[in-house]
């Protein structure tokens, strides 16, 4: 299945090969602005910072990647895809990913099948509030209860893993119905305490729109929901070191760093009060220096 993806080399000869990896209902437009802080920092204030080779790809059904033609295209699936992008179709034996939403589950999952091709996980919020066992400390489970409330919020999540193909009809039959779905989440879920273009350019907005109405894929990309909701779960722990960036503005409560560590090896943990879901739109700056931080740390050791 072909991947769609950008690759962004950078000048330095030591740069950290990076994947990023968006989710829905965004895109790889997600990761635009970030991208020259990561290949050539010092050219953007930050000096001393590692650089990165960055490779964006687009999810497969999202964008111009090319929509599956078969049944369970989900996180595993998706993850064997990207693994194979990086180590064998660009020949990096070892790799740095991050991944955002439905692609933070995606980076989780190579770490769980490729460990030996990651340097590090990096993510942002989502860890969950199932798959552990009680005892809980006070703050897990003030964690569980703050994620329970957000319930009534996610029912879009529902619709599109049980009925994908009646909503995506709809969404692939009127662009204004496709804005509704889709705009209505950067509204709810960013830092913009309901006033979009603090956060968003109507350009960039329309952009990412229009990547999902031109190429006919919002049916494939809702689809995912679907897949990846019959995948059998894991809860076995993430042993490559990982780096949390969690937003107290984002959708998904954070979670305590004791709830993070029942799941991942972690090694850096960082929250923000600024930001929401989308951080590497909302705050470039803040997530290059945390993945710079984080992974230059990786690099550095012996």
């Known amino acids: 299945m072909r991947i769609h993806f950008m690759h962004v080399r950078s000048s330095n000869a030591d740069a950290v090969p990076l ?19 990561l290949v050539d920092p010092a050219a953007h204030g930050l000096a001393g910072s590692p650089s990165f080779h960055v490779v964006v790809a687009s999810l497969p059904g999202f ?33 740095a990913v991050r991944g955002s939403d439905l692609g933070g589950n995606i980076v989780r999952q190579m770490a769980l099948l490729h460990p030996e091709q990651i340097i590090g996980v990096h993510l942002t919020g989502m860890i969950g509030a199932v798959g552990a066992s009680p005892p809980y400390t006070a703050a897990e489970q003030a964690f569980i209860d703050a994620t329970n409330a957000t319930v009534p919020e996610r ?7 049980t009925k994908p193909q009646t909503l995506a009809h709809a969404l692939n039959d009127s662009p204004i119905g496709l804005a509704a779905w889709i705009v209505e989440k950067f509204r709810s879920w960013s830092d913009c305490h309901g006033e979009l273009e603090r956060r968003f350019s109507k350009d960039d907005l329309l952009t990412n729109l229009m990547i999902y109405w031109a190429t006919g894929t919002a049916p494939a990309s809702v689809r995912m929901y679907y897949e990846f909701s019959r995948e059998t779960s894991t809860t076995r722990r993430i042993d490559v070191p990982v780096g949390m960036l969690m937003s107290r503005k984002d959708l998904f409560p954070p979670a305590p760093r004791e709830w993070g560590e029942r799941f991942f ?17 909302e705050e470039p700056v803040l997530v290059a220096r945390e993945l710079q931080a984080f992974f230059g740390a990786l690099v550095a050791r012996p």
């Open 155 to 161: 029912y879009y999540a529902r619709l599109q893993a």
């Open 63 to 95: 964008g111009f990647s090319e929509i599956p033609t078969r049944t369970g295209v989900g996180f595993r699936v998706s993850a064997s895809m990207m693994a194979e992008l990086m180590h064998d179709v660009l020949g990096y034996p070892r790799y």
């Open 19 to 37: 994947l990023l990896l968006h989710g829905w209902p965004s895109s790889f437009v997600q990761m635009l602005e970030i991208i020259p802080l």
């Open 265 to 281: 090896n972690v090694q850096r943990w960082v929250e923000t009060d600024t930001g929401g879901h989308f951080l590497e739109w």
